[in-house]
């Protein structure tokens, strides 16, 4: 059996950086640190985070007054910021600039009067902290080519976001769809879709030319995970998000000869390692190359309440 390794694979400059401020802020104000939703969507970080001393709520009326929330990578409506305030909490915003970035040109959009279009998953926690930027209904969630064909016809000044995290492929097919409709349309030629994002797909598209069976390392709570085993099913390779080692079985390996390997931007290295350990324990693996496409140096400062 051989193994290829995608690269980039994993943690992203984002997702580093809402680690680095949990760590941080429990290292500066002491425990409990609380943090509204999972900071980031993997099970093995928040639960090393918690034995750190971080609590994790989803209802910030679950703090006590004065405590120190952190908000998550994901990002937050404006409704929780009141909240916050109402409650007198201390906020620290992990929320990752490249969604930040996505806020603030709602805000503009918004500004300047247009019919502002979100290409996203619904229910997921960075479309619920997009939504919440701007009065409810004011943005028009879409997720598929048929929603487009829902959207009035004379919307004047339209404009489109995209989820940061979503498939260029499926996402190039809803922007098009939406250029045919509203051809003086404002947006990003590719959406908001994030580097980290992009090179993750970019590499598993790589690596799905050789392999014959692909394993995604991630939780099932985390898009870009999900969507890069998407990319591997429609390269006809069967694919697999898997959370650990544990979830694997030798019988997924039957007549596997080339097995791919990468991870989502939230998913830690040491669970790929002993993925790749748990395959040379239990066949002969005759090599593991790792298959660097692009090289990533993006790195994003802490907010100025952590600084040195
Ligand atoms: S996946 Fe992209 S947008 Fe999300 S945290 Fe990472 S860098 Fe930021």
Redesign the pocket.
């Known amino acids: 059996m051989k193994c290829i390794l995608a690269k980039p694979r994993g943690f992203?400059?984002?997702?580093e950086r809402?680690i680095h401020i949990v760590e941080k802020s429990i290292e500066k104000f002491g425990v409990p640190v609380f943090v509204r939703h999972e900071i980031?969507h993997n099970r093995f970080v928040v639960d090393q985070l918690k034995e750190k001393g971080a609590i994790f709520v989803e209802d910030l009326h679950e703090i006590p007054s004065g405590a120190t929330v952190i908000f998550s990578?994901?990002g937050v409506s404006n409704k929780i910021y009141e909240t916050a305030k109402e409650l007198n909490l201390q906020v620290i915003d992990a929320t990752?600039?490249?969604?930040k970035s996505v806020h603030r040109k709602a805000q503009e959009y918004a500004a300047a009067d247009c019919f502002i279009i979100l290409i996203g998953h619904s229910g997921h926690a960075?479309i619920e902290g997009t939504l919440g930027q701007l009065p409810k209904g004011r943005i028009n969630l879409i997720t598929s080519v048929e929603d487009v064909e829902k959207l009035p016809l004379n919307a004047k000044r339209a404009a489109y976001l995209t989820q940061?995290?979503l498939s260029a492929e499926e996402t190039c097919d809803i922007i098009c769809t939406l250029r045919k409709k509203y051809p003086d349309i404002q947006g990003a030629k590719s959406g908001n879709i994030?580097?980290?994002?992009t090179n993750r797909q970019n590499a598993v598209l790589s690596i799905c030319k050789s392999a014959n069976l692909l394993l995604i390392v991630g939780s099932q709570n985390s898009s870009?995970s999900n969507r890069l085993r998407e990319l591997g099913e429609e390269q006809g390779v069967k694919s697999f998000l898997i959370d650990s080692v544990a979830d694997l079985h030798k019988e997924m390996f039957d007549g596997v000869s080339t097995v791919g390997i990468s991870s989502g931007?939230s998913a830690p290295e040491h669970l790929v390692l002993e993925i790749l350990d748990w395959l040379q324990s239990n066949f002969a693996v005759e090599s593991i190359f790792e298959e660097q496409l692009t090289e990533e140096n993006?790195k994003f400062p802490l907010p100025s309440e952590l600084k040195d």
Do not use: Q
């Open positions: 992203c400059a984002g997702v809402a980031v990578a994901h990752c600039p490249l969604v960075e940061t995290t994030c580097y980290a994002t870009n931007a993006m």
